[in-house]
């Protein structure tokens, strides 16, 4: 199996776009995932925010990282997609930006559901994005990502 960073770095191969937003694995285990995506000339908007493209890119990080972990893991190949996003802009993303979702045994036990049934299963994993920086646990957004998950 790879490491949590290889995986990183597959998923940027394979994702090229996710170069440019330079996101930082800080946490991948069996319950929480954590990404971090600095606010620098790449990531922030006209007015010196993190753009919504660098926001969804690391809330897409996060909630599919630890399913990517466990796609890995396994003998099957098992493809995977969002189905939607739903996202609540809080506050003003104007530091480097905390993407954290808790959601490691929903994500686990849709990836062995997959692997069982050959069905299609998707889940809705949350993710809030904070700027500890300057808010703490203060969320700035929430994203509800619909994560989609088959067996080839």
Do not use: Q
């Amino acid at each position: 199996m790879p490491t949590d960073r290889n995986i990183l770095r597959f998923l940027k191969i394979r994702i090229p776009a996710l170069w440019f937003f330079g996101p930082r694995l800080v946490r991948l285990d069996g319950e929480v995932s954590e990404i971090l995506i600095p606010l620098s000339w790449r990531t922030k908007n006209h007015l010196g925010v993190m753009y919504i493209g660098a926001l969804c890119a690391g809330a897409d990080l996060a909630a599919g990282m630890g399913a990517a972990r466990h796609i890995f893991a396994g003998p099957e190949r098992v493809d995977l997609l969002f189905k939607d996003l739903h996202a609540e802009f809080l506050k003003r993303a104007d530091g480097d930006v905390l993407f954290r979702s808790a959601e490691g045994r929903v994500v686990a036990e849709a990836v062995a559901r997959t692997r069982e049934t050959g069905d299609r299963v998707t889940v809705p994993v949350g993710v809030t994005a904070t700027v500890p920086s300057r808010y703490g646990e203060e969320p700035v957004a929430r994203f509800t990502m619909g994560l989609t998950l088959k067996r080839r």
